[in-house]
């Protein structure tokens, strides 16, 4: 029989629609037959279990999980960095300090602040990234925040949408 789940109005069914997110979204984890997919705001974890029977060659999908992606809160992401190392000045191409713009270093990731305002918290152990409220203040921040983050604004807009990003009133 054959598993299906709801996402997002859509019907997928996961002996087959998932197996052909396995070279887009899906990232294998944990082991070799332990997968999470992300589909729109939904995190989906299940098991690959291979039937070995020559009479069969059938995929079974087992221990299936879907979790709604929620923002998380901006003192849980502070948490998470851990302890305090070091700030220094951002440095251009050429290698020379940017006044007022600063990557602060910690245990479990690094800030870019840009004056007073928090603009990007990166996280050492996950891809996703948050944005702080002024992400897009000027042309300035957007031209630091894309050296920093080494992608440009069409790459970080796609990120938010793919809830690869997430913007965080208040960071």
């Not at 299906?4 to 082991?31: C, Q, R, S």
């Not at 997919?37 to 070995?52: A, D, E, L, S, W």
């Not at 004056?115 to 409220?133: A, F, M, P, Q, R």
Request: without cysteine.
């Amino acid at each position: 029989m054959r598993k299906k789940i709801n996402i997002d109005g859509k019907t997928y069914f996961l002996d087959t629609d998932i197996d052909k997110m396995v070279y887009g979204e899906l990232k294998p984890f944990w082991n070799s037959h332990h997968y999470m997919v992300i589909k729109g705001n939904f995190r989906i974890t299940y098991n690959h279990v291979y039937n070995n029977d020559a009479r069969s060659d059938y995929n079974q999908i087992e221990n299936i999980d879907i979790k709604k992606i929620e923002k998380p809160h901006k003192n849980t992401i502070l948490e998470k960095l851990g302890s305090f190392k070091s700030v220094v000045n951002m440095k251009s191409n050429n290698n020379n300090s940017i006044p007022n713009q600063f990557i602060l270093y910690f245990a479990n990731g690094e800030i870019f602040q840009s004056y007073n305002s928090i603009i990007i918290i990166k996280l050492y152990d996950v891809d996703t990234y948050y944005l702080g409220e002024d992400y897009k203040y000027s042309k300035t921040t957007a031209k630091y925040r894309n050296l920093f983050l080494k992608k440009d604004t069409k790459e970080i807009e796609e990120d938010i949408k793919n809830k690869k990003a997430f913007v965080i009133e208040d960071l």
